[in-house]
C-alpha cells in the first residue's frame, strides 16, 4: 500500500520491505475473498483491505510490528470507536473543506474566516487523536510511535502558536453584523476612493438618512476636521414599498453596496445602502464587499491564506493519509473480535527468521467454518508442521473428506499473519513467506484453448519458476484432468521439481500411488523430505483429522462406487 506520509503503520520506521503481490485468483481460492466481503460495507474500504493483505513481504519484523498494533486495537474497543470518531470529522472535512477548493477567484477574507474555523476544528481533532494514543494501556511500538509522530507534526505546526493565533484571528461570521466603509471625495463630491473603517459585532441603527444628510452638509460645525469616526453613525434602509424603482435597479446591477469612481446621474442611488434580504440580493452583496475588502487588504490575506493553508497540511494531510491504515485494522479487530465473543478460538502469531521448522500450526481450522457455522464446537481442528522433513505433503483420503477446507486452512494462517492479525489457530508459529502460490482447479472457459490438461500445466510450470524455497504451494487436484498413468507420471516429475527447490508444498490429490511413493521421493531429494498426510477416516466414517501415514487406497474409489450405485451390494440387490 503507498505510504506518503513519512510514518506507516504497516511497517517499522527506518524500513523499506521488499513485497510481492498474490496472483489475484490466491484470495479466492483460499476463501479470503468472502472474509474480505464480510468486513465492511464499504467497496473502497474492501478494497483497501484486500489491497494490504495481498500485498506479501517475508520480513518477521512487519509482521511483528503489525500483530502488535491489531492486538493493541482488538483489546481496546474503546480506543476503536474514538478513532472512528475522529476519522469521520477528518473525513467530513476534507469532503467540505474550503482549504483546496480552487476558483477563478482568489479566496478572500470572508473565505478565510471559514477556514479559522475549519483549521480549529483541524486542531481539535489531532489534539484528541494524540490524548487518545497516551493511554496506558497501549504496548505496540506502531501506536506509540504513531504518538509521537503526531507530537512531532504538532510541534513543527507550531500548534501551540497557531492556537494563539486563531484566537487572535478567529472572528466567527455570525458574529459579523456590520461594515463601516469611509468614502473619500472630491470637490465635486466624487467618490475617489473606499477604505475599510471597522467590522462591527453590531449593527447600525435606524435613523433618517435625509435630515442627517443635509444637517451634516449645511451646518460646518458638524464637519468633521479628521477621518477618525466617533462611533455615532447611523443609517436608514430604502422603504422597499416606496422605493421600488430603486430596488429593482439595484437588483438588475447585482444589489451591492456601491461606490464608483465616477459620479452619474444615478449616483444617488447607487451610493445608498439597500437592503441586502430584500430580493434576494445578500449573496452579491456579500460578494462584492468581499471584493472591497480583498482589494484593500489584499497582501494581508494573501499571507494569511498561505499561512492557513501551510498550516492544514502539516496538521491534516499527513494525519489523514494514515486513516485507511488505521482503518484496516479497526474493521478486522471488529470481525475477528466478534468470531472470538462467537467463541472461535484465535491466537497472537509467532514470526520468525528461517529456521528449521518453518511452520508449527496447532489447533487450526479453515475461517470459512467459523464465519459459516452457528454452533463452533463442530469444527475439528488439527496440527501440522513444515520442517526438512516435512517439506511436501501429498495429501488423500476420501472425498469431501476435508482435504481442500485443510489446504485452504493453511493458506490462510500465512496470509491473515502477515497481514498482522490473529489467526484461527491454538498456536502458530512460523517464518513468513514471500509468495503464496494455488493451483485450484480451473473454470472451464479458461481451459477452451489449451485443455484442462494442458491449461494445468502451463500454470503450474508459471508458479514453480516464480517459488522460492521462502513460498508456499497449494495444489489442488492438480493433473487429474486426465488419465491416471498420463497424471501420475506429471504429477511424480512435479513433486520431485518442488523437492529440488524446497518449496513448501500442500498438494492434495486423489492420486493415493504418489502418497505411496513419498519416502522413495524424499531419498531422491537433495534434503527436503516428502510425506504422506491422510485424511482419517474412523470407523468408515470422516473424521475431518490428518495424519502422517500412508493412503488408504480404496477411499476415493468407495466413495465413487457407493455415489453411483456400483458396489457390489447396491448393484446385485438393485
Given at each position: 500500500m503507498s505510504q506518503t506520509t513519512g510514518f506507516s503503520l504497516l511497517h517499522p520506521a527506518g524500513t523499506a520491505p521488499v513485497y510481492r503481490s498474490l496472483p489475484e485468483h490466491v484470495m479466492h481460492d483460499l476463501g479470503l475473498d468472502a472474509f474480505c466481503q464480510e468486513l465492511s460495507g464499504d467497496s473502497k474500504e474492501r478494497r483497501m483491505i484486500t489491497n494490504v493483505l495481498t500485498q506479501i513481504t517475508d520480513d518477521p519484523h512487519v509482521a511483528a510490528y503489525r500483530q502488535q498494533i491489531f492486538g493493541d486495537i482488538l483489546r481496546l474497543p474503546d480506543l476503536r470507536e474514538t478513532m472512528l470518531e475522529?476519522?469521520?470529522?477528518?473525513?467530513?472535512?476534507?469532503?467540505?473543506?474550503?482549504?483546496?477548493?480552487?476558483?477563478?477567484?482568489?479566496?478572500?477574507?470572508?473565505?478565510?474566516?471559514?477556514?479559522?474555523?475549519?483549521?480549529?476544528?483541524?486542531?481539535?481533532?489531532?489534539?484528541?487523536?494524540?490524548?487518545?494514543?497516551?493511554?496506558?494501556?497501549?504496548?505496540?511500538?506502531?501506536?506509540?510511535?504513531?504518538?509521537?509522530?503526531?507530537?512531532?507534526?504538532?510541534?513543527?505546526?507550531?500548534?501551540?502558536?497557531?492556537?494563539?493565533?486563531?484566537?487572535?484571528?478567529?472572528?466567527?461570521?455570525?458574529?459579523v453584523q456590520s461594515v463601516t466603509l469611509g468614502i473619500n471625495v472630491n470637490e465635486r463630491f466624487e467618490a475617489v476612493s473606499i477604505g475599510l473603517v471597522s467590522v462591527n459585532k453590531k449593527?447600525?441603527?435606524?435613523?433618517?438618512?435625509?435630515?442627517?444628510?443635509?444637517?451634516?452638509?449645511?451646518?460646518?460645525?458638524k464637519l468633521h476636521e479628521t477621518s477618525d469616526w466617533d462611533g455615532d453613525m447611523h443609517y436608514q434602509l430604502i422603504d422597499q414599498e416606496e422605493k421600488r424603482g430603486i430596488i429593482d435597479y439595484m437588483k438588475n446591477e447585482a444589489g451591492l453596496l456601491a461606490v464608483q469612481s465616477s459620479f452619474a446621474t444615478d449616483a444617488r442611488a447607487?451610493?445608498?445602502?439597500?437592503?441586502?434580504?430584500?430580493?434576494?440580493?445578500?449573496?452579491?452583496?456579500?460578494?462584492?464587499?468581499?471584493?472591497?475588502?480583498?482589494?484593500?487588504?489584499?497582501?494581508?490575506?494573501?499571507?494569511?491564506?498561505?499561512?492557513?493553508?501551510?498550516?492544514?497540511?502539516?496538521?491534516?494531510?499527513?494525519?489523514?493519509?494514515?486513516?485507511?491504515?488505521?482503518?484496516?485494522?479497526i474493521r478486522c479487530a471488529e470481525f475477528i473480535g466478534g468470531l472470538m465473543e462467537k467463541g472461535c478460538v484465535f491466537c497472537e502469531a509467532q514470526p520468525e527468521a528461517a529456521s528449521g521448522t518453518s511452520m508449527e500450526a496447532c489447533g487450526f481450522y479453515n475461517l470459512k467454518l467459523a464465519m459459516n457455522?452457528?454452533?463452533?464446537?463442530?469444527?475439528?481442528?488439527?496440527?501440522?508442521?513444515?520442517?526438512?522433513?516435512?517439506?511436501?505433503?501429498?495429501?488423500?483420503?476420501?472425498?469431501?473428506?476435508?482435504?481442500?477446507?485443510?489446504?485452504?486452512?493453511?493458506?490462510?494462517?500465512?496470509?491473515?499473519?502477515?497481514?498482522?492479525?490473529?489467526?484461527?489457530?491454538e498456536h502458530f508459529r512460523y517464518v513468513p513467506c514471500d509468495c503464496i502460490f494455488t493451483h485450484f482447479p480451473a473454470d472451464e472457459d479458461k481451459t477452451m484453448d489449451l485443455g484442462r490438461l494442458?491449461?494445468?500445466?502451463?500454470?503450474?510450470?508459471?508458479?514453480?519458476?516464480?517459488?522460492?524455497?521462502?513460498?508456499?504451494?497449494?495444489?489442488?487436484?492438480?493433473f487429474s484432468t486426465t488419465s491416471f498413468e498420463e497424471g501420475y507420471y506429471i504429477a511424480r516429475d512435479s513433486v520431485k521439481a518442488l523437492l529440488t527447490k524446497a518449496v513448501r508444498t500442500i498438494y492434495n490429490t486423489h492420486m493415493h500411488k504418489l502418497g505411496e511413493d513419498a519416502a522413495e521421493l524424499t531419498r531422491e531429494s537433495t534434503g527436503a523430505g516428502a510425506a504422506s498426510l491422510i485424511m482419517r477416516t474412523e470407523e468408515g466414517k470422516r473424521s475431518f483429522k490428518v495424519a502422517l501415514a500412508q493412503p488408504e487406497g480404496s477411499s476415493y474409489a468407495r466413495d465413487i462406487a457407493e455415489k453411483y450405485g456400483v458396489t457390489y451390494e447396491m448393484l446385485v440387490n438393485g
Amino acid at each position: 500500500m503507498s505510504q506518503t506520509t513519512g510514518f506507516s503503520l504497516l511497517h517499522p520506521a527506518g524500513t523499506a520491505p521488499v513485497y510481492r503481490s498474490l496472483p489475484e485468483h490466491v484470495m479466492h481460492d483460499l476463501g479470503l475473498d468472502a472474509f474480505c466481503q464480510e468486513l465492511s460495507g464499504d467497496s473502497k474500504e474492501r478494497r483497501m483491505i484486500t489491497n494490504v493483505l495481498t500485498q506479501i513481504t517475508d520480513d518477521p519484523h512487519v509482521a511483528a510490528y503489525r500483530q502488535q498494533i491489531f492486538g493493541d486495537i482488538l483489546r481496546l474497543p474503546d480506543l476503536r470507536e474514538t478513532m472512528l470518531e475522529l476519522f469521520g470529522k477528518i473525513q467530513f472535512m476534507k469532503d467540505f473543506s474550503t482549504m483546496h477548493k480552487s476558483s477563478d477567484e482568489e479566496p478572500g477574507l470572508w473565505h478565510l474566516f471559514h477556514r479559522l474555523d475549519e483549521l480549529d476544528s483541524y486542531i481539535r481533532t489531532v489534539e484528541t487523536m494524540r490524548e487518545c494514543l497516551s493511554d496506558e494501556r497501549i504496548q505496540s511500538e506502531g501506536l506509540r510511535s504513531l504518538r509521537h509522530y503526531i507530537t512531532e507534526l504538532c510541534e513543527e505546526a507550531c500548534f501551540s502558536d497557531m492556537k494563539k493565533d486563531i484566537a487572535a484571528l478567529k472572528m466567527k461570521a455570525s458574529d459579523v453584523q456590520s461594515v463601516t466603509l469611509g468614502i473619500n471625495v472630491n470637490e465635486r463630491f466624487e467618490a475617489v476612493s473606499i477604505g475599510l473603517v471597522s467590522v462591527n459585532k453590531k449593527p447600525f441603527r435606524k435613523s433618517g438618512i435625509v435630515s442627517n444628510f443635509a444637517d451634516a452638509i449645511a451646518s460646518r460645525d458638524k464637519l468633521h476636521e479628521t477621518s477618525d469616526w466617533d462611533g455615532d453613525m447611523h443609517y436608514q434602509l430604502i422603504d422597499q414599498e416606496e422605493k421600488r424603482g430603486i430596488i429593482d435597479y439595484m437588483k438588475n446591477e447585482a444589489g451591492l453596496l456601491a461606490v464608483q469612481s465616477s459620479f452619474a446621474t444615478d449616483a444617488r442611488a447607487k451610493s445608498t445602502i439597500v437592503n441586502a434580504m430584500a430580493d434576494g440580493a445578500m449573496e452579491n452583496t456579500t460578494f462584492y464587499l468581499d471584493n472591497a475588502v480583498n482589494k484593500m487588504l489584499g497582501s494581508l490575506v494573501k499571507k494569511l491564506r498561505d499561512t492557513l493553508t501551510k498550516y492544514a497540511n502539516v496538521a491534516i494531510v499527513n494525519i489523514s493519509g494514515l486513516v485507511p491504515e488505521f482503518v484496516y485494522y479497526i474493521r478486522c479487530a471488529e470481525f475477528i473480535g466478534g468470531l472470538m465473543e462467537k467463541g472461535c478460538v484465535f491466537c497472537e502469531a509467532q514470526p520468525e527468521a528461517a529456521s528449521g521448522t518453518s511452520m508449527e500450526a496447532c489447533g487450526f481450522y479453515n475461517l470459512k467454518l467459523a464465519m459459516n457455522r452457528e454452533h463452533v464446537s463442530e469444527i475439528v481442528p488439527n496440527d501440522l508442521t513444515f520442517d526438512r522433513e516435512h517439506t511436501v505433503y501429498l495429501l488423500t483420503g476420501a472425498n469431501r473428506g476435508g482435504k481442500t477446507t485443510i489446504t485452504q486452512a493453511v493458506g490462510q494462517l500465512f496470509v491473515l499473519a502477515q497481514g498482522g492479525l490473529f489467526v484461527p489457530a491454538e498456536h502458530f508459529r512460523y517464518v513468513p513467506c514471500d509468495c503464496i502460490f494455488t493451483h485450484f482447479p480451473a473454470d472451464e472457459d479458461k481451459t477452451m484453448d489449451l485443455g484442462r490438461l494442458g491449461e494445468e500445466c502451463v500454470r503450474f510450470r508459471e508458479m514453480f519458476s516464480q517459488a522460492t524455497d521462502k513460498s508456499l504451494l497449494l495444489l489442488n487436484e492438480t493433473f487429474s484432468t486426465t488419465s491416471f498413468e498420463e497424471g501420475y507420471y506429471i504429477a511424480r516429475d512435479s513433486v520431485k521439481a518442488l523437492l529440488t527447490k524446497a518449496v513448501r508444498t500442500i498438494y492434495n490429490t486423489h492420486m493415493h500411488k504418489l502418497g505411496e511413493d513419498a519416502a522413495e521421493l524424499t531419498r531422491e531429494s537433495t534434503g527436503a523430505g516428502a510425506a504422506s498426510l491422510i485424511m482419517r477416516t474412523e470407523e468408515g466414517k470422516r473424521s475431518f483429522k490428518v495424519a502422517l501415514a500412508q493412503p488408504e487406497g480404496s477411499s476415493y474409489a468407495r466413495d465413487i462406487a457407493e455415489k453411483y450405485g456400483v458396489t457390489y451390494e447396491m448393484l446385485v440387490n438393485g
